[in-house]
C-alpha cells in the first residue's frame, strides 16, 4: 500500500553534486517526518538529515552539515537530498524513511524506501 521511491543515485567524481529524490504515495506526505539514512558495506547504517512534516526543522550529520540539504515538496509528495562536494567517503546506498509524526494503536508506522546507490570515485 504504502510505497517510497528513490531516483536520482549514480556515480560521481569527488567534489560534485547529486540530488536524490523520494517520491512516497498511499500516505497523508505531511503526516510523516522524512529522512535520509546510509548505509556502507560492512557499516551501520546511519542518519543522515531529517525534515519535519511541513518543511520548517532540518537536522543533519556532522559529517553532512554545510554540503547536503533535506527539503520537502509536500505537494508532490517528495523529499529531495541535494548532496554537493561529495566525498568518497559519502559512498553508500542511500535509503529514505517515513517517520509518522502520530501513533496510530501500539506503535508509530514507519516506511523505507528501496535504496538508491550512491558512489564517489575517481
Known amino acids: 500500500q504504502v510505497q517510497l521511491v528513490e531516483s536520482g543515485g549514480g556515480l560521481v567524481q569527488p567534489g560534485g553534486s547529486l540530488r536524490l529524490s523520494c517520491a512516497a504515495s498511499?500516505?497523508?506526505?505531511?503526516?510523516?517526518?522524512m529522512s535520509w539514512y546510509r548505509q556502507a558495506p560492512g557499516k551501520e547504517r546511519e542518519l543522515v538529515a531529517t525534515v519535519s512534516g511541513i518543511g520548517g526543522r532540518t537536522n543533519y550529520a556532522d559529517s553532512v552539515k554545510g554540503r547536503f540539504t533535506i527539503s520537502r515538496d509536500n505537494a508532490k509528495n517528495t523529499v529531495y537530498l541535494q548532496m554537493n562536494s561529495l566525498k568518497p567517503e559519502d559512498t553508500a546506498a542511500y535509503f529514505c524513511k517515513a517517520d509518522a509524526i502520530i501513533s496510530y494503536g501500539d506503535s508509530r508506522p514507519y516506511y523505507w524506501g528501496q535504496g538508491t546507490q550512491v558512489t564517489v570515485s575517481s
Open positions: 498511499g500516505v497523508t506526505f505531511s503526516s510523516y517526518v
